[in-house]
T-cell receptor, first 115, second 112 residues
């Protein structure tokens, strides 16, 4: 089990605003991930990090950016929000030394609506 | 062909029945396999993982892995209405490092 926190849980914002979605975990997990999921649809990996100062783009092209300055913190930023960014954003992390399992534990998610 | 495919839903079973959820994967080098449950509007929660051929049981849940046939399944015994959710199969594909590739999910409804 892991304690992964995401804030805000819900966000309604106007087009063109800059937003940062927060994700943090206190378990010392080295690997962290951001997924985007539309209602009833599959998960899409948009960013991931294997440690401090390590970030990679995922399988789904995204206009967002991420940073990993501290192990416990993996924020996602949208410089200029658009209605097409309306979705649920899920953060996940994997404990270190997870061996062959690479189990991911998810946070509660942020539901973003861009008007 | 998708890397991870799940049997199309929705799947509906009566309360007390066995629900069978299937997943196939394309990369023969895949090492780890996961089942997550996701309630509507919530985030996925891990049910169990398996990485050895055969069965793994945890309470009412049994995961079955057959690497030769490249499929993994989840059986839910004595299904309860609270089991109604979308079940996601995830695979750690060898060439993807520690990333998981998720299937589209199978929606399960357990009818009282």
């Amino acid at each position: 089990e892991a304690d992964i926190y995401q804030t805000p849980r819900y966000l309604v914002i106007g087009t063109g605003k800059k937003i940062t979605l927060e994700c943090s975990q206190t378990m010392g997990h080295d690997k962290m991930y951001w997924y985007q999921q539309d209602p009833g649809m599959e998960l899409h990996l948009i960013h991931y990090s294997y440690g401090v100062n390590s970030t990679e783009k995922g399988d789904l092209s995204s206009e967002s950016t991420v940073s990993r300055i501290r192990t416990e913190h993996f924020p996602l930023t949208l410089e200029s929000a658009r209605p097409s960014h309306t979705s649920q954003y899920l953060c996940a992390s994997t404990p270190p030394f997870s061996g062959s399992t690479d189990t991911q534990y998810f946070g509660p998610g942020t539901r973003l609506t861009v008007l | 062909q998708k890397e991870v495919e799940q049997n199309s839903g929705p799947l509906s079973v009566p309360e007390g029945a066995i629900a069978s959820l299937n997943c196939t994967y394309s990369d023969r080098g895949s090492q780890s396999f996961f089942w997550y449950r996701q309630y509507s509007g919530k985030s996925p929660e891990l049910i169990m993982f398996i990485y050895s051929n055969g069965d793994k049981e945890d309470g009412r849940f049994t995961a079955q892995l057959n690497k030769a046939s490249q499929y993994v399944s989840l059986l839910i015994r004595d299904s309860q209405p609270s089991d109604s959710a979308t079940y996601l199969c995830a695979v750690n594909i060898e060439t993807s490092g520690s990333r998981l590739t998720f299937g589209e999910g199978t929606q399960l409804t357990v009818n009282p």
